[in-house]
Each structure stands twice: as C-alpha cells, then as structure tokens.
C-alpha cells in the first residue's frame, strides 16, 4: 500500500529524471509505439504492450536524446552534445577525478559509457544538454569496489512544511544545481574503471605495458557510493564551513539564522532549495559558489518535476508536465476522463483473469505513487488498493488502473496550494484520520488513512503537508479498533511533525507547537 513514510525512505542517486545508471542495464529496449484507445471504443482505456520494459523515470522516453556515443555522431544536434561530452570532460580534468595507470594483474576493471540527457523546464522548454560519464555500477563487488551505499535526500513532508512557512512569512525560495555533484567527493576505496570513448591517451602514459586504466580519484555517477561521499562532502561544507546544523529529524534539511532571520537548505541529491529572507539567502548562496561549481537558478519554479508558482501569501505546486508525460506514455492522453479515481463497487481480487502482458502495470502505479506523493492525495487510496498487485496482476487490475489513469487525464491542471495565515506565529498540526472496516474481501483487513495539516490558532486556513492510505497489517475486530489502529499511525506522524516543527521553532519565528489535535470518524 502507499504509505509516504516509506516511500520517501532510502537510497536515491538520481535526481530531475537524470537516470544514468539505471539505464545501463535497460539500454536496449524497443520502443514500438502502442495504438491508443479511443474513448468511443468498447475497449476504452484497454492497451496492450510488449515493448515497453520498467524505467525508473519519464525522461528515458525523450525521443530526442540518442541513446548511445555512435547516436550522438549522426544526431541532428550533434553540436550541441559535442559541447556536453566537451563540458563534462573539462570537469573531469578540473576535479581530477581519474588518473590514468596500469591495471594491476590482480584486478578487473569496471565498465562505462556515455550517456545524455536533456533537462527540461516546467513547459517541457529545454534548458541544457548534458552528457555523463557513467560508470557501470552494477558490476561492483561488495566489500572490494563498495561498502556503504546510502545516503540521505529531503522528505516530502519536510518539503511542504516549509513550503506552508514560506508561504506564511513570504520567505524566497531559490533554487541552486551542484555541478558535476558527484565528482566532488573523494573516494576511500582503490577502483578501476576503463577508459571512456572520446579520452585520448598519449602514448607513455600511465606506463609503456599493460592494459591502461583510469583509477577512479572522486566519485563518478553510476557507482554505489557516489552519492554517498558526495552527501558527506556537502555535509562537510555547510555544517563545517558555514556553520548551518543539521536537522535531527531530517537529515537533508539544514537550518541556520536567527529568529529574526532563519535560513533553511533542503537538498535532494545535486540540487538545492533555499528557504528564507532574500539577503540571507542570498549570502548562502554567494559562500556556496566560492566552494562549489553551481549553477544559480534563481527564484524555485521546477523541482522533482513539481511546477512551483507563486503569488502574494500563495505558493501552489502543480505536476502538469508529469501528468502529461505519464498519460502520453501509457496511451491515455486521448482517453475518455472520469470523475472519480475508482468506480464505485470495483471489486479487486487475486482470482480474477490474468493479465497477458504484466510488465506495463508495475510501471503504471509506480508513476502514479510519485504524483500522488508529491501533489496529490486524491488518490492516495486508489493508488494504494492497486499497488498491492504490482507482483501478479490480473485484467481487473489493469482496468481499474486506466480508469485511474483516465481521472488523472480530468484533473491534470489541478493545484496543490499553501496560503498565507491569519496567525502568523503560531502554526499547530492537526490529524483527520479514517478506515474502513474490514474492506479487503479476500483478507478482510481494514485501510485506514489520514491527513495532516498546518493550521493556525484560529483554525481558519489549513495547509495538507502529509497524508497516508494504507492497509492495516492486522484484522480488526470491530470498527473501533480500526480506527484506534489508524489513530496509532497519525499519532506516529503527529509526533515526528511536532518534533520537526519544533526544531524550526529554534532558528525562526515559529513558537513551539503547543500540542497536536487527532481527530477520528468512529
């Protein structure tokens, strides 16, 4: 089932669909167009596909980014990708990320390639061509190329708190990208890696016998730990350098200022949210460019594919451009919408009639789980109830996940808002929790759910900043327990909310949550 909390624990090394070393693996994948279903069908939002294989992000279906060095030479645009490779090699020499050495007889190196991407903006514009050199992590062994591997990125629920605070003082929100981010962090362990295409070696370098490698000096995207030490490096920098402290609660939220004056860093891999007064900002962002190479994107408008908009006292975030893409991808920008997630009476059991071709259903909820971590809790529950037949699903499944589909298509421009409120000081959070009883006909275990929301002392706006829909894991006797059982679950987030909360309250004009209200439907 969906839940936030564990959705957003875990490793992530890719950010802004720059799948890199994912790809590798999945490289050699057909992508034979699927015939879309017309709404006027007694098939509508059927589809069928043998081509399409998992992928991790939307940006792989860019149809104008070649897909290997030989595509990039034929390429209509192959100026602006010999810029890239040029670009990302200059880097590689600046950070002195590899040398070049004989491979020692006792070793494998690992493999690489290029690979190309195109960062897009929130209208689909582009903004700059990017080539990588990524390493082939996958062939690394445990205990000789790696050990640990995790590292840390900002939580969705950290995210909107301190959207609904900004909101609320009119703080600025900027936005900064850590060039070459991954190569900025030195390496402990001793890795070889072969020699990219477009690397001239001289002759008597790295010795006159042998096979000649690169001996990896700094990270390189696509091996296990590069995010890792670059999370470390950047830990080092502002906690050490510029005096910023680290949340406790949130590993990848940083805070530093005044009541007066406070000044929050939230990052998600290479890329860098300012929260704060515009001069305290500012100067973050001027002692980051003398460490870092970064690019300055000013004002927040695109951020993990989430459009960011603001007026006076509002901040509203919108996923139009991924709605879009999803839609597109899985043959339903045509389809006939509906105003409802799910049809009322759907029946979802094991024992239906197996689905033909399971691929494209695992990759149906899994884009579907981000939109509905990120903007939209309206279909927290669908999303749930379908998720839990990702490993073996049957055609029932797969019609109900197109009907999903087709209400996403009804409801793309929606808008996930924060509002300015009457009482600016003192911001409370507030818990609406609700199950069903025994809803599962297969398994009659209850789904319970909740919301939660940033409100003042007046209680006259409210700002959503975390929601759940989940099955429970054991069968409830009777409603009331069902619902002391989602009670249990809100009071778990209610009390890391109040606890983040409160850490903001040192470094801001925040007061100290006074106490956390649940409410339950019984």
């Known amino acids: 089932m969906a839940s936030e909390s ?223 030490i670059w999370n470390k490096e950047w830990d080092r920098y502002l906690v050490g350098k510029c005096r910023f402290k680290r949340s406790m609660e949130d590993y990848a939220v940083y805070f530093k200022g005044e009541k007066e004056e406070p000044c929050w860093a939230l990052i998600w891999v290479d890329n860098v949210l300012w929260i704060g007064p515009r001069g305290k900002v500012d100067e973050a962002k001027a002692s980051l460019g003398k460490y870092f190479p970064v690019t300055d994107l000013g004002n927040a408008h695109f951020f993990l594919c989430i459009e960011i908009k603001r007026t006076p006292g509002t901040i509203a975030l919108n996923q139009v451009a991924y709605t879009k893409k999803i839609l597109e991808r899985f043959q339903q920008a045509n389809s006939h919408p509906v105003s409802t997630p799910m049809n009322p009476g759907t029946r979802l059991l094991d024992t239906a009639e197996p689905l033909d071709d399971e691929s494209t259903y695992p990759s149906i909820i899994g884009s579907l789980m981000y939109l509905m971590l990120c903007t939209r809790p309206d279909i927290a529950y669908a999303v749930g109830a379908l998720s839990k037949f990702s490993s073996n699903p049957k055609k029932s499944h797969m019609l109900a996940a197109c009907h999903l589909l087709r209400y996403v298509n009804k409801t793309a421009s929606l808008s996930f808002h924060f509002e300015l409120f009457q009482n600016t000081t003192t911001l409370c959070p507030v818990l609406y929790t609700d199950t069903d009883w025994a809803g599962d006909q297969e398994t009659r275990r209850s789904t319970g759910a909740y919301v939660c929301m940033l409100t003042d002392a007046t209680m006259s706006s409210k700002s959503a900043v975390s929601w759940s829909s989940k099955k429970q894991q054991t069968i409830a006797l009777s409603s009331t327990k069902a619902e002391y059982m989602v009670l249990t679950q809100a009071a778990k987030q209610a009390i890391w909310v109040t606890r983040f909360m409160t850490e903001l309250s040192a470094s801001s004009m925040e007061e100290t949550p006074k106490g956390t209200t649940l409410y339950a439907d019984n």
Request: hydrophobic share 35%; aromatic share 8%; proline share 4%.
């Open 6 to 228: 564990e959705a957003e624990t875990g490793e992530q090394e890719t950010a802004d669909g720059d799948v890199l070393a994912d790809e590798i693996q999945d490289s050699e994948r057909d992508k034979a167009p699927l015939e879309p279903r017309r709404s006027g069908s007694s098939t509508a939002g059927q589809f069928s596909s043998t081509g399409y294989h998992d992928e991790a992000f939307l940006a792989r279906l860019d149809p104008d980014v070649p897909a290997s060095s030989t595509e990039v030479m034929g390429s209509p645009l192959q100026r602006e990708w010999k810029k890239a490779i040029e670009a990302e090699l200059e880097s590689i020499k600046t950070n002195e990320t590899w040398k070049i050495v004989e491979l020692p007889k006792s070793r494998t190196p690992i493999k690489c390639r290029w690979v190309s991407r195109i960062k897009r903006g929130a209208g689909g514009e582009i903004i700059r061509y990017k080539g990588r050199v990524v390493a082939k992590g996958f062939t690394q062994r445990y205990r000789i190329d790696y050990l640990e591997t995790y590292t840390t990125v900002v939580k969705l629920t950290s995210l909107r708190i301190l959207f609904a605070i900004a909101a609320a003082r009119n703080y600025k929100i900027d936005q900064t990208d850590i060039k070459t981010a991954y190569m900025l962090g030195t390496l402990d362990e001793e890795i070889y890696m072969e020699i990219p295409e477009a690397v001239d070696v001289k002759e008597g370098v790295g010795g006159a016998k042998g096979q000649k490698v690169c001996i990896l000096l700094k990270g390189l995207y696509g091996l296990k730990q590069s995010g890792r």
